[in-house]
């Protein structure tokens, strides 16, 4: 079997270049490891010494060098990657939407306010199924609802004093860097 060599124009090949690059700086690893397949076989080497060179294995090296052949630079670029299927139906995120719109007291806990662990629990005991806290509230954010963070405030303060208390005493006790 014969190696496959691409014969780029100069021109090509510099913008190839200043593309990868790009593609670098951007964080899109993925396209930029295509294009330094392409250039590597512009160069001379053939698939195999590549796939050595880019840690990759041979058969995609040379879908990607088929690819760039027969499509060019369309061939670079990422296509939509949809992920790992949810674990909760439509259905299933309707329920419970309207488990988190009725209140954690309507639920029986005895706090007012939801909190991603407590709609945790309420996923694996309603549907069997558990997650994450932090994927609790993607989930939530799915559904429309937002989190909501406390005010830190004193109900029966009085601003003269706060005041008083920020500007003379907080500054004696605050540490200070050492000279």
């Known amino acids: 079997m014969r190696a496959r060599y691409?014969?780029?124009h100069y021109k090509t090949a510099e913008k190839l270049l200043q593309l990868q690059k790009g593609a670098e700086k951007a964080g899109q690893y993925r396209v930029a490891k295509r294009m330094h397949a392409v250039l590597l076989n512009h160069d001379g080497k053939a698939s195999g010494d590549i796939a050595d060179i880019l840690k990759a294995p041979r058969s995609k090296v040379s879908l990607w060098l088929s690819n760039y052949e027969q499509y060019g630079y369309e061939s670079f670029l990422e296509g939509h990657r949809s992920g790992r299927p949810s674990g909760l139906t439509e259905q299933?995120?309707?329920?419970?939407?309207?488990i988190v719109d009725s209140g954690p007291v309507a639920y029986g806990f005895s706090t007012g306010i939801w909190t991603a662990i407590m709609i945790g629990q309420i996923?694996?005991?309603e549907f069997g199924i558990?997650?994450?806290?932090r994927h609790v509230r993607r989930i939530l954010c799915d559904l429309n609802f937002s989190v909501q963070r406390p005010k830190r405030l004193l109900a029966n303060a009085n601003p003269a004093l706060q005041n008083k208390?920020?500007?003379?005493t907080y500054?004696?006790?605050?540490k200070k860097p050492k000279i």
Request: no cysteine; glycine share 0%; proline share 4%.
């Open 171 to 174: 500054p004696n006790i605050k």
């Open 92 to 98: 299933q995120k309707m329920e419970l939407a309207d």
């Open 130 to 133: 558990e997650y994450e806290a």
């Open 6 to 8: 691409l014969q780029l």
């Open 165 to 168: 208390w920020v500007r003379y």
């Open 123 to 125: 996923i694996q005991n």
